[in-house]
């Protein structure tokens, strides 16, 4: 019973493409994120999703857009992908009370 | 903003011997979490221990145990008997409660641990 689950692991795509990393938790948690972590390992929060609200849209570019279907779900979609978006996506939930479950990461590489 | 600062890139520790990692964050908020995750290899994000800002008490969990000192913004993590399987990312993180059901997770930059047999 995976707690909070990412698909696909690993996503290889080229240049322009347009691409969506799906993220599901069954924790009952109300908030989701998306951390993106780069090569140099930092992870930095993208978005944050409280109650299917957006609260925290940090410098982002406008190509990647999150998409919550239900309280359960935050899809992350990327369009025109460029090769700096090469990295490791990380979908995590939580609650007030409790630590961020994260998911086992998605591996964007762009060619 | 809140900040996390962690100021050893990288550590190593004989195994069986003792490590402290090293954070301190900057926060004026009252009400906040901490956190100490452990990334190996694999990439998954694995929570180590937590402290609620309230609590006065240090974390402690089998071979890991925290110095939280409020005042100073401290947050070290201490492992004992260090193990092969210690060997890891550290990032120490924290959490702050913004209102309205909000939250804020801010990451330091990692602490990259070897383990020497």
């Known amino acids: 019973d995976t707690a909070v689950s990412q698909t696909p692991k690993y996503l290889v795509t080229q240049m322009g493409n347009d691409k969506s990393i799906k993220c599901e938790q069954n924790?009952?948690?109300?908030?989701m994120y998306w951390y993106k972590q780069d090569s140099k390992k930092f992870l930095k929060i993208m978005f944050s999703y409280n109650n299917k609200e957006l609260i925290i849209n940090e410098t982002v570019p406008n190509r990647f857009s999150p998409k919550s279907p239900d309280k359960a779900h935050l899809n992350l979609h990327i369009n025109s992908l460029e090769l700096g978006d090469s990295a490791v996506y990380f979908c995590a939930s939580s609650t007030r009370r409790t630590e961020a479950f994260f998911g086992q990461g998605t591996r964007l590489t762009v060619v | 903003a809140q900040t996390v600062t962690q100021s050893q890139p990288e550590m190593s520790v004989q195994e069986a011997e003792t490590v402290t990692l090293s954070c301190t964050y900057d926060t004026s908020e009252s009400d906040y979490y901490l956190f100490w995750y452990k990334q190996p290899p694999s990439r998954q994000m694995i929570l180590v221990i937590r402290?609620?800002?309230?609590?006065?008490q240090n974390a402690t969990e089998n071979r890991f145990s925290v110095n939280f000192q409020k005042a100073a913004k401290s947050f070290s993590l201490k492992i004992s008997d260090s193990q092969l399987g210690d060997a890891a990312m550290y990032f120490c993180?924290?959490?702050?409660?913004?209102?309205?059901?909000?939250?804020?997770?801010?990451f330091g930059k990692g602490t990259k641990l070897s383990v020497i047999p």
């Open positions: 402290q609620e800002a309230y609590k006065q």
């Open positions: 924790l009952g948690h109300d908030t």
């Open positions: 993180a924290s959490r702050l409660y913004s209102g309205a059901g909000s939250y804020q997770l801010t």
